[in-house]
């Protein structure tokens, strides 16, 4: 069982920045694609990155390529989202998400393990 635990969402101005932590159980953490996921009321959640193992291989959702950097530390069983250059749009819940085998993926219903939620929010 893999337990995820998100934290540093909250309030920012357009054009600031945020960095998302999550936090996971589990003594393979160096073996999980690790993935982050957003959410509005009434949408679908949505692919935002996603980094492989090793965190040798990243994907980014075009909305957020070149502003968002995913990254993580196996030592402390944690991945990162360092978030610049917020704008309203990005406004979301955003959700951690760890997949224990296969490939690099963007699809939500390859992960099996998913934290709580974080919200952020982007003011104009």
């Known amino acids: 069982q893999v337990q995820l635990v998100e934290s540093g969402g909250g309030l920012v101005q357009a054009g600031g920045s945020l960095r998302l932590s999550c936090a996971a159980s589990g003594r393979t953490f160096s073996r999980y694609f690790m993935g982050w996921f957003r959410q509005v009321p009434g949408k679908e959640r949505e692919f935002v990155a996603a980094l492989s193992w090793s965190g040798g291989s990243t994907v980014y959702a075009d909305s957020v390529k070149g502003r968002f950097t995913i990254s993580r530390d196996n030592a402390k069983n944690t991945v990162y989202l360092q978030m610049n250059s917020l704008k309203p749009e990005d406004t979301a819940v955003y959700y951690c998400?760890?997949?224990?085998?296969?490939?690099?993926?963007?699809?939500?219903?390859?992960?099996?393990?998913w934290g709580q939620g974080t919200q952020v929010t982007v003011s104009s």
């Open positions: 998400a760890a997949r224990t085998g296969g490939s690099l993926t963007t699809r939500k219903d390859e992960y099996a393990y």
